[in-house]
């Protein structure tokens, strides 16, 4: 069974201080692992796929790592703007078509 | 493109009521998702679809139906509405699973059963 655990489950940050929220997995053979972005109220809205170990990808102040048992979100001098919950989520090689997902960091960035 | 579109945005059952949540992508995605998200939990596969007419089971289908007979639309059946039913429901879709493409998701049903 594919397991997601995402940690830490809030953090709260001054606004232009970086951080990192971690994504740890167990699955058999992975196929993908997302990074999505929910706020208050809405669905998650994608942002990152990473297919490998070593693979990195960057969007604005964010960047998403990727190991052979963990993924990162590193977090560069964040703004009020980027409070959300962050949720992780990984594809397996068997199971039902779909996605596995985290409990989600709750990240909030203060003034 | 309007994206995944959900109706209602919010409902509430009483007991042994029924409804459909409507669901609906305008991406020409073959593959759609049913998922429930309950406070402090992480999303929760219910059904999904790889496309029109067929379906299958995800991790929590107990109490739910599906059908699939359009590429556009997956609606998702609750028969004998139950308190344990209350939850945020997120439909979802994607280009193909096989490839393992990203998934786009609805703005969401709440539903509360009382």
């Known amino acids: 069974e594919d397991q997601v655990t995402q940690s830490p489950e809030a953090l709260r940050l001054q606004e232009g201080e970086s951080s990192s929220l971690n994504c740890s997995y167990t699955v058999s053979g992975l196929r993908g692992l997302f990074w999505y972005r929910q706020d208050p109220g809405k669905g998650p809205e994608f942002l990152f796929t990473l297919y490998s170990a070593g693979e990195e990808k960057e969007k604005e102040r964010l960047k998403a790592t990727l190991t052979k048992k963990e993924s990162f979100l590193h977090i560069t001098a964040p703004k009020p703007e980027d409070s959300a919950t962050y949720l992780c989520a990984v594809r397996g090689g068997g199971g039902a078509d779909g996605l596995t997902f985290g409990k989600g960091t709750h990240l909030i960035i203060q003034p | 493109n309007a994206g995944v579109t959900q109706t209602p945005k919010f409902r509430i059952l009483k007991i042994g009521q029924s409804m459909t949540l409507q669901c609906t992508q305008d991406?020409?995605?073959?593959?759609m998702y049913w998922y429930r998200q309950d406070p402090g939990m992480g999303l929760k596969l219910i059904y999904y679809?790889?496309?029109?007419?067929?379906?299958d089971k995800g991790e929590v289908p107990n109490g739910y139906n599906v059908s699939r007979s359009t590429t556009e639309d997956f609606p998702l059946r609750l028969e004998l509405a139950a308190p344990s039913q209350t939850s945020v429901y997120f439909c979802?879709?994607?280009?193909?699973?096989?490839?393992?493409?990203?998934?786009?998701f609805g703005p969401g049903t709440r539903l509360t059963v009382t």
């Open positions: 979802a879709s994607s280009y193909s699973s096989y490839g393992v493409y990203e998934q786009y």
């Open positions: 679809s790889v496309g029109a007419g067929i379906t």
């Open positions: 991406m020409n995605h073959n593959y």
